[in-house]
């Protein structure tokens, strides 16, 4: 017989953390295995040791002990949107925080405190019961966790800085099994770590979120038909130059459930509604759109417009980079490579910057990227495994022809790209920083199954 992997691990050992934990352990026997392996990029397939569901802090620490103890990998699952797949480990142990959702709110000091393993759906639900939110992910289901850590982006970045400019404190779990308060007074330097320098230090279990006077917006879509692409996308940056912070406005060149290429316009305004109707006028006015469905909705909503057309166990293959202007040669590069997709699932996303996140000083946090005007999110999405090389090549392809414009990566759009690339998303000043950092929080890297920061020796 095969020896599973949580054969190769002392039983009684298994036993006792079992018996001690407030949650859940499971193994391979465990009827609920195959669901606790399933992460929102269905290409990902690994086959952890354990998974330690943790209901607790406890249960962080004594699962982080335990992985110490026995040698095994460790990984954090949060919300499980990591495109890398690094929420799970090969024959390892997961800490995975699915059992900590709770979010408290306090409406008075515009502060929320979120567990580590809540969503943006869970977060974005407490805040909006109180006229409140922060900046979180546009597809509800993703972690606050992960999304934070990385940098964060969202529909009220240009307004209040990113996920990780909010995060104003922190509970973290260290390697050794330490439990620390982190925020401005206490373990200063740690939070600055937290604020983009990914999961590198220890298990957060617990957000503390600065919030914002945020309910009611005008949001929604303007699709156009592909042909006009060169002319709307320059229209776009055009307009997008003398937006005001209010405003957030995305492209898409993407495929309608119908089979049409278009190029949409993604919209939040999130100031006063009356203002915001004369702000979006000349984007309502432009052209001559297949569709136009924008209005007031509340936050909530707008916050789970992509969430179908994002649905998790696709195959997904996905690429990322900054650039400083959205140049002519930059727009006629990206409608040249949608023209090549593989599959009508895959797209070309421009996720526009600015505002308050460029009035951050890069040295504040470990995101560095603040003069940026866009994101190039380059993503690959089919159905059929068996299709992986055309597709994945058509993303390796595009990114290949995205690059010469390039000012920068972001760590929450990487794959399995190497050092340099992890490099590249933080730039050698900061990355010698928070290499600095990991060694006096995690000097033996026990923390490695993500964008890895290596211990400065």
């Known amino acids: 017989m095969m020896a599973t992997p949580e054969s190769r691990i002392d039983t009684e050992s298994i036993a006792t953390l079992k018996s001690e934990m407030h949650g859940d352990l499971i193994d391979a026997k465990h009827a609920g295995y195959v669901d606790a392996c399933a992460l929102w990029n269905g290409m990902i397939a690994k086959r952890p040791a354990l998974i330690a569901r943790c209901a607790n802090t406890e249960d962080v620490v004594r699962s982080v002990k335990f992985a ?12 499980g949107h990591s495109v890398a797949g690094n929420a799970l480990v090969d024959d390892g142990l997961v800490v995975d925080l699915s059992g900590m959702r709770d979010v408290s709110v306090d409406p008075e000091q515009r502060v929320a405190h979120a567990g580590g393993g809540a969503t943006w759906g ?10 409140l939110a922060t900046t979180g992910g546009q597809i509800s289901s993703t972690g606050i966790a992960g999304l934070t850590l990385g940098g964060g982006f969202g529909w009220l970045m240009r307004s209040y800085g ?11 779990v260290t390697a050794d099994g330490s439990v620390l308060n982190v925020n401005d007074s206490e373990n200063a330097d740690l939070l600055w770590g937290l604020r983009g320098g990914g999961g590198n230090f220890g298990v957060v279990t617990r957000f503390d979120f600065r919030l914002h006077p945020v309910h009611t917006v005008l949001g929604g879509m303007i699709v156009h038909p592909i042909e006009r692409a060169p002319e709307s996308l320059r229209f776009l940056r055009d307009f997008n130059r003398t937006a005001p912070d209010d405003l957030a406005v995305f492209a898409a060149l993407m495929t309608t459930p119908e089979g049409d290429r278009v190029n949409a316009f993604i919209l939040c305004y999130s100031g006063d509604l009356d203002e915001g109707q004369e702000v979006i006028k000349p984007l309502l006015e432009w052209g001559e ?3 136009t469905q924008v209005g007031p909705m509340p936050y909530t909503q707008m916050q789970t417009l992509m969430d179908e057309a994002m649905p998790p166990g696709l195959q997904i293959y996905w690429r ?3 650039i400083k202007t959205l140049t002519d040669d930059v727009i006629d590069t990206l409608i040249e490579r949608f ?12 996720e526009q910057f600015g505002g308050a996140v460029s009035r951050v000083p890069k040295d504040a946090t ?3 990227h603040r003069d940026a005007e866009y994101n190039v999110a380059m993503i690959s999405r089919w159905e059929d495994p068996s299709q992986h090389d055309s597709h994945v090549s058509w993303a390796r392809e595009t990114h290949d022809a995205i690059r010469p414009f390039s000012a920068g990566a972001y760590v929450n759009y990487l794959g399995e790209e190497g050092e340099d690339r992890i490099r590249a998303a933080y730039g050698p000043d900061t990355y010698d920083r928070l290499a600095k950092l990991k060694a006096k929080y995690d000097p033996e890297n026990v923390f490695k199954a993500n964008q890895n920061i290596q211990p400065a020796r």
């Open 68 to 79: 110490r103890e026995q040698g095994l990998a460790l990984s954090v699952r949060g919300g």
């Open 122 to 131: 869970d977060f974005d639900t407490a805040t909006h019961a109180h006229g």
């Open 162 to 172: 990113m996920a990780c400019d909010n995060l104003i404190g922190a509970e973290v």
């Open 289 to 291: 759109p297949v569709m």
């Open 320 to 322: 990322g980079e900054f």
């Open 339 to 350: 023209g090549t997709i593989t599959s009508p699932l895959s797209l070309l996303l421009l």
């Open 366 to 368: 470990a995101f560095v």
